[in-house]
């Protein structure tokens, strides 16, 4: 379901004093929204042909420090421009935001305008051909899990982080007495998002205290890709103006639950028909399906810095706490990395356990598609399911253990050059490589309580 709002429509809500405001943002490499607020008189009248953003933005890191070492720009080709060209297919109404519109952009050359390979919308929008010209339509859907929290974000600013207090206090894991008490919020973030074109199905709470979860229907893969990137920044933003904040973190306390971000997952032929479904098979799986599904396994350690980008994705890998540790396949089994839902429906899809919250959707999916495709391309066949309890499984593929090794193994493998480039590769190697720098030189208040007197 993409956006909501044609150029004529925006141009007649502009003369009406309805839209003062549009946002045209392009996504960066952590898959935030970076952009500009024109003013809607001025877009109309042109602006939504493009405009333009230094090309630090693909090079910065959460901090938007400019790290350097990166080869498409530095101080040394002196960060030039990138063009930002607005995606009229996703313009938008912003019912949170007063007057405002939204409009969601690719990334491109200056001098070109060809897409800029390591920009994430175009990554996937690569493999996403490459699927078209099999003959396929892949289609997809995350679910997004945060902890909502009763403090601003000006408190934890502030100095409030060492006083978070999620909104309950207790497990509200399908809750509904307890997710009444949010109604405040939630209600607020299904109906803004709902006017803003997304597809919500429902929300709900999640497996620990003050834990959420939003549902939006299946779409192609870009447009469950800019979804993902609209809600996540939509959450926040009604959050902040309801005084309390939320974090996407994919664990933000080691006693507490992960916050997932399952990736579901489908091909469909061009005119319309599901080419998972082979309702002869025991589980319901087209021969293509299992293809798909065996080069997800295949490649599944080495698309893994893909769907969990931070040094902090991997402490949410925990025994018991429904984050997977091992990159294996079972039908409706929630302790395997790769859950195979819907059997024996049209909707049968594979459901990929590992993102956490934090991830970035166009990579995540693009990684994915292009594990799958590969799968596919190769006639790769699918290994036994696992049954039973994945946690306590011995001897079978193991999710990487930690960023490090995660990145190596990104970098090393030769499917994901093949598909995304060199050059692409060597990007977000580079990222992956300096996040982990980072947190080997902070201190953190664990090291100070732990060591400081005692060591």
């Given at each position: 379901?993409?956006?909501?709002?044609?150029?004529?429509?925006?141009?007649?809500?502009?003369?009406a004093?309805?839209?003062?405001?549009?946002?045209?943002?392009?996504i960066?490499?952590?898959?935030?929204?970076?952009?500009?607020?024109?003013?809607?008189?001025?877009?109309?009248?042109?602006?939504?042909e493009?405009?333009?953003?230094?090309?630090?933005?693909?090079?910065?890191?959460?901090?938007?420090?400019?790290?350097?070492?990166?080869?498409?720009?530095?101080?040394?080709?002196?960060?030039?421009?990138?063009?930002?060209?607005?995606?009229l297919?996703?313009?938008?109404?912003?019912?949170?935001?007063?007057?405002?519109?939204?409009?969601?952009?690719?990334?491109?050359?200056?001098?070109?305008?060809?897409?800029?390979?390591?920009?994430?919308r175009?990554?996937l929008?690569?493999?996403?051909?490459?699927?078209?010209?099999?003959?396929?339509?892949p289609?997809?859907?995350?679910?997004?899990?945060?902890?909502?929290?009763?403090?601003?974000?000006?408190?934890?600013?502030?100095?409030?982080?060492?006083?978070?207090?999620?909104?309950?206090?207790?497990?509200?894991?399908?809750?509904?007495?307890?997710?009444?008490?949010?109604?405040?919020v939630?209600?607020?973030?299904?109906?803004?998002?709902?006017?803003?074109?997304?597809?919500?199905?429902?929300?709900?709470?999640?497996?620990e205290?003050?834990?959420?979860?939003?549902?939006?229907?299946?779409?192609?893969?870009?447009?469950?890709?800019?979804n993902?990137?609209?809600v996540k920044?939509?959450?926040?933003?009604?959050a902040?103006?309801?005084?309390k904040s939320?974090?996407?973190?994919?664990?933000?306390?080691?006693?507490?639950?992960?916050?997932?971000?399952?990736?579901?997952?489908?091909?469909?032929?061009?005119?319309?028909?599901?080419?998972?479904?082979?309702?002869?098979?025991?589980?319901?799986?087209?021969?293509?399906?299992?293809?798909?599904?065996?080069?997800?396994?295949?490649?599944?350690?080495?698309i893994?810095?893909?769907?969990?980008?931070?040094?902090?994705?991997?402490?949410?890998?925990?025994?018991?706490?429904?984050?997977?540790?091992?990159?294996?396949?079972?039908?409706?089994?929630r302790?395997a990395?790769?859950?195979?839902?819907?059997?024996?429906?049209?909707?049968?899809?594979?459901?990929?356990?590992?993102?956490?919250?934090?991830?970035?959707?166009y990579?995540?999916?693009?990684?994915?598609?292009?594990?799958?495709?590969?799968?596919?391309?190769?006639?790769?066949?699918?290994?036994?399911?696992?049954?039973?309890?994945?946690?306590?499984?011995?001897?079978?593929?193991?999710?990487?253990?930690?960023?490090?090794?995660?990145?190596?193994?990104?970098?090393?493998?030769?499917?994901l050059?093949?598909?995304?480039?060199?050059?692409?590769?060597?990007?977000?190697?580079?990222?992956?490589?300096?996040?982990?720098?980072?947190?080997?030189?902070?201190?953190?208040?664990?090291?100070?309580e732990?060591?400081?007197?005692?060591?």
């Amino acid at each position: 379901m993409p956006g909501n709002l044609t150029l004529d429509e925006l141009r007649k809500a502009v003369k009406a004093g309805e839209i003062d405001t549009v946002i045209a943002a392009g996504i960066d490499m952590q898959g935030r929204l970076m952009g500009k607020r024109f003013h809607a008189q001025f877009f109309v009248d042109g602006g939504w042909e493009e405009t333009h953003c230094c090309n630090y933005l693909l090079t910065v890191d959460m901090e938007m420090t400019t790290v350097q070492g990166y080869k498409s720009s530095s101080w040394e080709t002196g960060y030039g421009d990138y063009v930002l060209k607005p995606d009229l297919r996703t313009l938008r109404r912003i019912p949170w935001l007063p007057g405002t519109a939204l409009v969601l952009g690719d990334t491109q050359d200056h001098a070109t305008h060809a897409d800029v390979p390591h920009a994430p919308r175009s990554i996937l929008k690569r493999q996403v051909e490459r699927a078209r010209a099999m003959g396929f339509e892949p289609m997809m859907a995350t679910e997004l899990e945060f902890y909502l929290f009763e403090n601003s974000y000006e408190n934890l600013r502030d100095g409030g982080l060492s006083a978070l207090r999620p909104i309950s206090g207790y497990n509200e894991d399908y809750h509904i007495f307890q997710t009444t008490k949010e109604e405040d919020v939630m209600r607020a973030i299904r109906n803004g998002l709902y006017g803003a074109g997304i597809p919500v199905e429902n929300s709900k709470g999640e497996a620990e205290a003050g834990q959420e979860e939003v549902n939006y229907r299946y779409s192609d893969a870009l447009d469950a890709a800019d979804n993902h990137v609209i809600v996540k920044n939509g959450i926040k933003e009604i959050a902040w103006t309801k005084g309390k904040s939320v974090t996407f973190m994919a664990k933000y306390d080691h006693r507490r639950a992960g916050s997932s971000s399952h990736i579901h997952q489908s091909l469909w032929t061009r005119d319309g028909k599901p080419a998972f479904a082979d309702k002869a098979d025991s589980h319901g799986m087209s021969k293509l399906m299992k293809h798909y599904l065996a080069g997800q396994l295949h490649h599944a350690r080495d698309i893994t810095a893909f769907l969990a980008p931070y040094v902090n994705s991997y402490k949410r890998f925990t025994v018991g706490m429904f984050a997977p540790t091992k990159a294996v396949w079972s039908a409706d089994n929630r302790t395997a990395g790769f859950r195979v839902c819907g059997v024996h429906t049209k909707a049968v899809r594979v459901e990929c356990r590992i993102p956490g919250s934090d991830v970035n959707p166009y990579l995540a999916c693009a990684a994915l598609l292009a594990a799958g495709l590969d799968g596919i391309e190769k006639k790769m066949a699918l290994e036994p399911e696992m049954r039973g309890d994945m946690y306590s499984a011995k001897g079978i593929r193991e999710i990487p253990h930690n960023l490090r090794e995660a990145a190596e193994l990104m970098h090393k493998s030769t499917m994901l050059r093949e598909a995304f480039g060199d050059d692409v590769i060597d990007h977000y190697h580079h990222a992956a490589q300096w996040e982990i720098s980072e947190t080997d030189r902070v201190v953190t208040d664990f090291e100070r309580e732990r060591l400081l007197e005692r060591a």
